[in-house]
């Protein structure tokens, strides 16, 4: 069992041992005046992959990540996380409305800002394994920066290699690995 204030991921071994516990959970919140989610509350198959021909194992979403079987370096089947695409989306969406209200400030209060957004998302989503999700985000913040700086001036839009030496006076952090999931805690 994984928990996370009121977020819980209840892992069997059996299909039926999830719906007897699902069904006496419901039973012992309707006792408080609670209910589970309906849309969130689900039972998935999410068994280690057997062989090419076993059915496609499920995946889910918790804590802004989806969980997925893959396989490791070494080639034995693991449990990985990527960032979810919804949170993906919304986050990215968010930093174009910044950018949006945010154009006609000066280009190193905009730098700035923008560092420490990308740096915190990082700071979040930065774990083993979802670095390539956190390098699309970082390129997709850079084209949302590009696009917004563009409509400053009807007439004066920014070509990109305007815009690549803007870049190389204010480089945007790397988007790094923050965070090993096999790393020892003392």
Known sequence: ?????????????????????????????EKHGLSLHPEKTRIVPFARPMGSGGTKP??????????????????????????????????????????????????????????RKLQGHCAYYGITGNGLWLQRFREVLQKLWRKWLNRRSKNNPMPLDRFRRLLERYPLPSARVIHSIYSAKP
């Open 58 to 115: 499920g995946t889910f979403d918790f804590l802004g990540f989806t969980h997925y079987w893959g396989k490791s370096r070494l080639g034995k089947w693991v449990v990985k996380r990527k960032t979810s695409r919804d949170r993906l989306n919304r986050g990215l969406k968010r930093i174009g409305e910044w950018c949006r209200k945010n154009r006609h400030k000066p280009i190193v209060e905009q730098h700035k800002l923008l560092c």
């Open 1 to 29: 069992m994984i928990r996370f204030a009121d977020d819980v991921v209840i892992g069997f071994q059996c299909m039926g041992d999830g719906d007897q516990v699902k069904e006496l959970l419901s039973h012992q919140l």
